[in-house]
């Protein structure tokens, strides 16, 4: 069995490899994917779009229904992971720490908790204590990971980086804050329920900025019919509403980072976990 | 001078993707498949495509891999085949 599946593998190996003889060379401008609409975009993205980053107006304004599912599918892998995972039964057995003291307390009974504040503190059943080194440079770099994925998502229309790429950088600051410390500390401070929101409003601001183009007679995604709508530059108004919509499928791509990630390494419990 | 970079980090990524297959510890395929995503992120970078790069590099190399970790956390560390 093992011989016969070699045997077709080498086989299908053989036949792609024989097939990329046919591909045109590396940057070869006679390439059919060269020839027609490459050089309509390299020419006149900035007379149409006023954006230098021709990658980012392709993606978002000529390509724009393209990324705009992209988020829905995105939001989509969310919602999947959330539906499938999380586990609202909650725990039946916890532990605490008795600060002052330092003596564990096992509770069995689900009904019974304890306020958790200055006398009690939570303890996971696979918990270690974080590393003072690991605490504290993450403290220190959290920050500027974060200033620096709002810049990749401002940045988007003028070097390379994007709302995708921002987003899924905020969101893994976020997962390294869960990581430094624990879950806990991130599940207090980013709510479940934000996330949610966050992630249904991201798709609905690049779906909104779209929608508004259709009453101000332009087609959806149209938008150069927003220019009525904001001060400034008319020339400018095509780079803005790429921004916008950047940043819709930034906030969607961070929470789902983040629900997934939190959905993943609890087992849906959202208590305890890396 | 693009080809001896080229066929470097061609060969590793190659390296990298048997390794993956063939190591026994999920975690060390983890971390395995978070160093091919690096090595095809240096790839797209030599050729040209920056924001390709720019989303391996996030996603592949960064974020996919916490996911893998966190898969495993949860499940077994050794593979059974």
């Known amino acids: 069995m093992r011989f016969l599946a070699f045997i077709i593998v080498s086989l299908t190996g053989a036949l792609l490899l024989y097939g990329t003889g046919e591909f045109p060379d590396w940057g070869d401008p006679k390439s059919p994917a060269s020839l027609h609409v490459s050089d309509y975009y390299i020419e006149k993205t900035f007379e149409d779009t006023g954006v230098p980053n021709f990658v980012t107006a392709v993606v978002t304004d000529y390509r724009g229904f393209d990324t705009m599912f992209e988020t829905a599918v995105i939001f989509t892998a969310g919602l999947g992971c959330f539906l499938l995972l999380r586990d609202f039964r909650g725990k039946k057995e916890r532990f605490y ?19 958790v504040g200055n006398e009690f503190e939570y303890m996971d059943k696979e918990w270690v204590p974080p590393d003072l080194i690991n605490k504290t440079v993450c403290r220190i770099l959290i920050p500027f990971i974060q200033i620096y994925a709002l810049y990749v ?49 991201g798709v609905l601001i690049y779906a909104g900025i779209a929608a508004i183009c259709m009453p101000m007679g ?3 995604l149209d938008y150069g019919k927003l220019a009525p709508l904001v001060p400034g530059d008319p020339h400018h108004i095509r780079a803005l509403g790429m921004l916008g919509v950047e940043i819709g499928v930034g906030i969607a791509v961070m929470a789902v980072m983040v629900i997934i990630y939190i959905n993943i390494v609890s087992e849906g419990k959202h208590d305890e976990g890396l | 001078m693009h080809w001896p970079i080229d066929i470097i980090v061609l060969t590793l990524v190659i390296f990298c993707a048997i390794a993956a297959l063939s190591v026994r510890d999920l975690l060390g395929t983890a971390i395995l498949f978070g160093a091919y995503s690096f ?25 996919s891999t916490v996911f893998f970790v966190a898969a495993i956390f949860r499940t077994s560390r050794r593979t059974k085949d």
Not at chain 1, 161 to 183: E, R, T
Not at chain 2, 39 to 51: F, S
Request: proline share 2%.
């Open chain 1, 97 to 115: 720490r008795h600060t002052p003291t330092g003596v564990i307390l096992h509770v069995k009974d689900d009904k019974k908790t304890l306020t």
């Open chain 1, 153 to 201: 998502v401002a940045h988007g229309d003028y070097s390379p980086g994007g709302g995708f790429q921002g987003g899924v950088i905020f969101g893994s600051s976020l997962i390294l804050l869960a990581i430094s410390y624990n879950l806990k500390t991130l599940v207090k401070r980013v709510k479940e329920k934000l996330l949610g929101i966050f992630a249904a409003v």
């Open chain 1, 218 to 220: 332009g087609a959806f």
């Open chain 2, 39 to 63: 090595l095809m992120c240096l790839l797209w970078t030599i050729m040209g495509a920056v924001d390709v790069a720019f989303t391996e590099a996030s996603v592949g190399a960064g974020v």
